[in-house]
């Protein structure tokens, strides 16, 4: 099982938007508003890291409204 954090910054206006794209992503298990650096944070979960990456990279980076992510991968040691 592959965990991410993908830390979301988006363009003035567009939180709400952005927050219910996140919403229809299969791999996205939660998402959270936040105040500070951030505007949102989506939890993602796959079998794999592929699946995972792939979902971040292709599903949500290219979501309009986002201005930039920071994505933060889990590892099981």
Do not use: H, S
């Not at 709400?16 to 959270?32: P, S």
């Not at 979902?55 to 994505?71: A, N, P, Y």
């Amino acid at each position: 099982m592959a965990i991410g954090f993908v830390l979301i910054t988006t363009k003035p206006g567009c939180e709400g938007k952005v927050r219910k794209a996140l919403d229809n992503i299969e791999y996205v298990t939660d998402r959270w508003m936040l105040f500070g650096e951030y505007d949102l944070i989506a939890r993602v979960q796959a079998d794999d890291e592929f699946v995972l990456t792939r979902c971040i990279v292709e599903e949500i980076r290219v979501l309009d409204g986002i201005d930039d992510t920071k994505t933060l991968i889990g590892a099981e040691l």
